[in-house]
């Protein structure tokens, strides 16, 4: 199984931040890789697909950017509702594995 | 709009099966649908795929034998049978379709879960 590995665990940031996450796979997954928002008791959401694209509905600050075995999420000027947890997720190969996740939380 | 309904929390004695439902509307039921998994304060674990045009699956080694997912094309749903269930079993379970993915068959890349549904919280306990 491939092993995506994300970091950092968690983070604080302020509202207005920049804020960068890392994802990255033990092997070469292309941009075969997605990037989920979560918040606590709700299902997941997509906010990014094939590494770079941005998902219908979501806000231009959300960016992703990579290939190969690393892959990052940006968040400009964070917003109140974007404290929630982020995973990333690889879809090379079955099983499609997720990170861990990244935790966002207001500093 | 695209919406995924799941059935309701269940509560369930080791060893026994649980069967959970994902019933879909708002598109044509042919997008290829997924299970996955969220045990409390982790993250998730894919667990199945199927292609409803036709049934067919493939599973997580994990579960393999355990595990079963079916549709209904009829009422669009799809289900996700659990069986053997120990306490690891407790967690959310998801169903979610797949956009945007390249498959041969059940074997499937690129890939991304567009929609997913509520959620059904399984609780396996003696």
């Known amino acids: 199984d491939i092993q995506m590995t994300q970091s950092p665990s968690s983070l604080s940031a302020s509202v207005g931040d920049r804020v960068t996450i890392t994802c990255r796979a033990d092997q070469n997954i292309n941009t075969y890789f997605n990037w989920y928002q979560q918040k606590p008791g709700r299902a997941p959401k997509l906010l990014i697909y094939?590494?770079?694209r941005l998902q219908s509905g979501v806000p231009s600050r959300f960016s992703g950017g990579g290939s190969g075995t690393h892959f990052t999420l940006t968040i400009s000027n964070l917003q109140p509702e974007d404290f929630a947890t982020y995973y990333c997720?690889?879809?090379?190969?079955?099983?499609?594995?997720f990170g861990q996740g990244t935790k966002v939380e207001i500093k | 709009q695209v919406q995924l309904v799941q059935s309701g929390a269940e509560v369930k004695k080791p060893g026994a099966s649980v069967k959970v439902s994902c019933t879909a509307s708002g598109y044509t039921f042919n997008n290829y649908m997924h299970w996955v998994r969220q045990a409390p304060g982790e993250g998730f674990e894919w667990m199945g795929i199927i292609n409803p045009s036709g049934g067919s699956t493939s599973y997580a080694q994990k579960f393999q034998g355990r595990v079963s997912i079916t549709t209904d094309t009829s009422t669009s749903t799809m289900y996700m049978e659990l069986s053997r269930l120990r306490s690891e079993d407790t967690a959310v379970y998801y169903c979610a379709r797949m956009a945007g993915g390249y498959c041969s068959g059940t074997t499937c890349s690129r890939g991304y879960f567009d929609s997913w549904g509520q959620g059904t919280l399984v609780t396996v306990s003696s």
């Open positions: 997720q690889e879809t090379y190969s079955a099983p499609w594995t």
């Open positions: 094939a590494a770079s």
